[in-house]
């Protein structure tokens, strides 16, 4: 047995290099995966003794009679089979062997970030269909583990049949897809860019598996939600490589999900691209640019399609206009940023509004009224969101910190410019929101007048620190 088992060995080492064998790692096709082996002279029964699994379930897998799903059937084979990092990664497993990928969030409490992980614990946080705070997603992950429980969920099966049976698509399958990529869209606004990135990914990867296994037929509903979880998706993509520094990578996602708003007849998926897209040259101070990217999108949009989109991107307009020193520009789009934001339920509208709550909301307006002048209200209205604070999570609050900053500046008050904007910085480097880091990159030149005054100095440091983090990301 010892010398068969070598033997085993050496092979499985020349057959982990096969592209197909790479091919099924990617589906997560482990019955493929076994036909591969057992061609090459590896048993039923050796793949039993090396996973640990029984031999009579290895042949259910191999003949597609059973689909597995739970994380720990992929480690076992994983682990069991030695096979390599690249191909552990295909799994949605860690490079290495044990319980890694997990990252400590707090009081000891993991998310997980393995991709298979990933994409169950997306879903099960869209099925919520309702706010999602810091302390209830640390609640939310102790009590379920995103690990065994929620991978032997009947819809994840449903999922995982659609993935080998793309024509199989039904109403259970398309309601999956969509309660995560929900999820995904609350993940964004408290987890890290690159901690998500990877489950973002393979969703993507799977809904567009599913696509390509339908035919295109324009009545039919089902495909046509599917198209638009993969546009909702795809923008959701492009903002985090946007935030991760990928431009290249986020204009591609952004084309993807323009292609999906055309053929889902969805206008609001389109806008929502330009908008997530003004960001990039506003990072770079061409306002001009940012502005025109938010009139298409507005004008792609009619205002009764999503009212909370609407006034995200008026508010933006404002924003843009008011940072160009166009203030008629910048009070008109701000008047229909209000009046949309007035009729607007952004947490039944679309999955990329729910993060535009008061406070966010009321952060467009600081930052559109310091900037044209208007400094008694701008003052009036961050205090009022300051007051808020504790109540808003860590990322929102990086970005309200800053316009709070932004305004005191432009009021002349350096003593609290200065304060707010140390207390963002510590914020973004915290949650790792490079996307936001530009902003306080502005601040500190308006500062740097200031530079011999101790927290004018302690803030600069600061900021080199926090730009060295970012430089030095693997990511």
Known sequence: MTMDQERARQV??????????????????????????????????????????????????????????????????????????????HLGLSSSGGRGGAQVVSDGVQIPT?????????????????????????????????QSALAQSEAWEKVAFALSRPSALDEAVVRELEA??????????????????????????EVGTILNGTATDPKDELRRRLIVVAGESSVLAGWIATDLGNVSAARNFYDTAEKASKEANDPAIIACAFGYRSYIPSGRGNHGRARALLATALQ??????????????????????????????????????????????????????????????????????????RLDEA????????????????????????????AHIVHGSVT????????????????????WLPRFIVLAESLRRWQTQPPVRAFLEELAITKRQFSASPL
């Open 12 to 89: 499985l080492e020349t057959v982990f290099a096969r592209q197909d064998v790479e091919d099924a790692c990617k589906r997560r096709d482990l019955g493929g995966l076994i036909r591969i082996l057992t061609k090459y002279g590896i048993t039923q029964g050796q793949i039993a003794h090396l996973t640990g699994r029984p031999q009579g379930r290895i042949s259910e897998y191999k003949s597609g009679k059973r689909i597995p799903t739970a994380k720990h059937t992929f480690e076992a084979f994983a682990d069991g089979l030695g096979m390599p990092a690249h191909l552990r990664r």
């Open 114 to 146: 393995d991709t298979f992980d990933l994409q169950l614990f997306a879903e099960a946080i869209g099925k919520r269909g309702e706010p999602l705070k810091r302390r209830e997603l640390l609640a939310m992950v102790a009590q379920l583990g995103a």
């Open 180 to 205: 995560r990529s929900a999820g995904f869209h609350r993940l964004e606004e408290m987890l890290p860019a690159h901690t998500i990135f990877k489950g973002l990914a393979a969703h993507l990867n």
């Open 300 to 373: 792609h949009l009619p205002r009764e399609t999503s009212p909370g989109t609407t006034s995200w991107l008026a508010a933006r307009h404002a924003e843009e206009s008011a940072a160009l020193g166009e203030k008629e520009a910048a009070l008109r789009s701000w008047a229909d940023a209000n009046e949309a934001f007035n009729i607007a339920d952004p947490e039944e509208d679309r999955v990329w509004t729910r993060f535009l709550d008061r406070d966010r909301f009321d952060s467009f307006q600081i930052s559109t009224y310091a900037q044209i002048g």
């Open 379 to 406: 003052e009036q209205v961050a205090r009022a969101v300051i007051a808020r604070l504790p109540e808003v999570e860590r990322k929102r609050a990086g970005i309200i910190l800053g316009d709070i900053a932004t």
């Open 416 to 435: 609290e410019a200065v304060k707010a904007a140390r207390e963002g910085l510590a914020i973004i480097r915290e949650t790792e929101s490079g996307i």
